[in-house]
């Protein structure tokens, strides 16, 4: 079971491979992070259609990948920033993230077909 309470949260931001297991992600973490893939902290990664993540972190005895597949949606991620590869996250702002898509509609607007202008 993951620890979600007062661990940190780290998104790559952008699109990772997911083709990648817990080598290859914690290769990431470590060289492209700058960050220790054995700390308590929650490593998450997300495909370029934004409907598939990764979740990396290390319990007390070996790693654990999680992996969420969305059948309708998006995830609410952030994409590349410039000279910013890794978000830190609230785990509170984490939860939103991972629930906010069965949240979010569809707006439905009224076509708007002639205007008049007085």
Request: charged fraction near 30%; glycine fraction near 4%.
């Amino acid at each position: 079971m993951i620890n979600f309470d007062d661990v940190p949260v780290y998104l790559a931001c952008g699109a990772t491979d997911l083709r990648k297991q817990i080598n290859g992600l914690s290769v990431l973490v470590s060289s492209v992070f700058e960050l220790d893939p054995f700390s308590p902290a929650l490593f998450c990664f997300c495909n370029r259609n934004k409907n598939r993540m990764k979740i990396l972190t290390f319990d007390t005895d070996g790693f654990v990948l999680t992996f969420k597949r969305l059948e309708k949606g998006k995830f609410l991620w952030p994409g590349e920033v410039k000279n910013e590869e890794v978000m830190e996250l609230q785990i509170e702002e984490f939860r939103q993230l991972l629930s906010t898509t069965r949240l979010t509609r569809k707006i439905v607007r009224d076509e708007v077909s002639e205007r008049t202008i007085t």
